[in-house]
């Protein structure tokens, strides 16, 4: 506010709040600090400074996150409790604030309410949206499909964190091409796809992970299964038992017959004996 001399009144200014960046992106674990200023005519007896937010993962509650009233600091967020504070020492016309630690619960959009009477009227709030970045955690891998030769497989990796989402790239180690010439890669799914696999497919694939702060990668070990054809030993073994079979069945036949024979020849010189 300011005097008229003209008028002999008191002239009241609009407030004018602003953020000089309107998104702010931090990896996790930094720390963040959200600008916001403002410009008032009047002293800084009355100022009254309110930082809110509408969280990311639950839009349909806004929260309070710090006061500067009546000339003291309150942190209100639970799970900022401890992180937060005012960068300037209060009362100030910077209104910006800090986040230490910062956490995936922080992401969200987050505004600056300023009041300072008897300024009023004009632009009292602004909004600065924060994005807090994950780099990709460790991807799994694994192969789906059989790895019998002639087969088709698809190799699959899958990171459960990252922000923004990781991209991904396979390729075969120690190998060129890095991958073979009919592989179907997505790199937003985390696939690849390998037709009619032989057992030059086999060897060490890696996949990575990636996004604009970080990469993880993971390996998978692919080995192909050839056929196998029947061994000598194998063969002969079966041969062998075959002609064992035989033998015994041979001998078989033979002792019934010399059982029989004998015991009919027994038989025919016993009933001359009883007739005597």
């Known amino acids: 506010s300011r005097f008229d001399l003209h008028t002999g009144k008191v002239c009241v200014q ?66 900022l409790n401890g992180r937060v504070g005012f960068v300037a020492t209060m009362p100030s016309t910077s209104a910006s604030i800090f986040i230490n630690n910062t956490q995936l619960s922080d992401t969200g959009t987050y505004q600056c309410l300023v009041n300072n009477l008897p300024d009023r009227g004009g632009r009292n709030i602004g909004v600065i949206g924060l994005t807090v970045l994950v780099p990709p955690s460790v991807p799994a891998c694994r192969i789906q499909g059989t790895l019998d030769v002639g087969s088709d497989i698809m190799l699959i990796c899958s990171s459960e964190e990252g922000i923004p989402t990781p991209s991904y790239s396979w390729e075969k180690l120690d190998a060129l091409p890095k991958l073979p010439h009919n592989a179907m890669q997505d790199q937003m799914q985390g696939t690849v796809t390998l037709r009619n696999i032989s057992t030059s497919t086999s060897g060490l694939y890696q996949c990575t992970s990636s996004n604009a702060i970080g990469k993880s990668t993971c390996l998978l070990n692919l080995q192909v299964v050839a056929p196998q054809p029947q061994s000598v030993g194998l063969i002969a073994g079966t041969i062998a038992t075959g002609v064992l079979a035989v033998i015994i069945c041979s001998l078989l036949v033979v002792v019934t017959l010399f059982y029989w024979k004998n015991k009919n020849k027994y038989d025919e010189e016993e009933i001359p004996n009883e007739i005597r």
Not at 26 to 39: E, I, K, N
Not at 51 to 62: D, G, K
Not at 64 to 73: K, L, M, N
């Open 14 to 79: 609009a407030l004018d709040v602003t953020v000089s960046q309107s998104s702010i992106q931090v990896a996790r674990g930094q720390a963040a600090v959200l600008p916001c200023s403002f410009t008032t005519s009047a002293a800084l007896n009355n100022l009254n400074i309110i930082w809110m937010v509408i969280p990311l993962s639950n839009a349909n509650q806004p929260e309070q996150v710090i006061i500067y009233q009546g000339g003291q600091v309150f942190s209100l967020a639970n799970h």
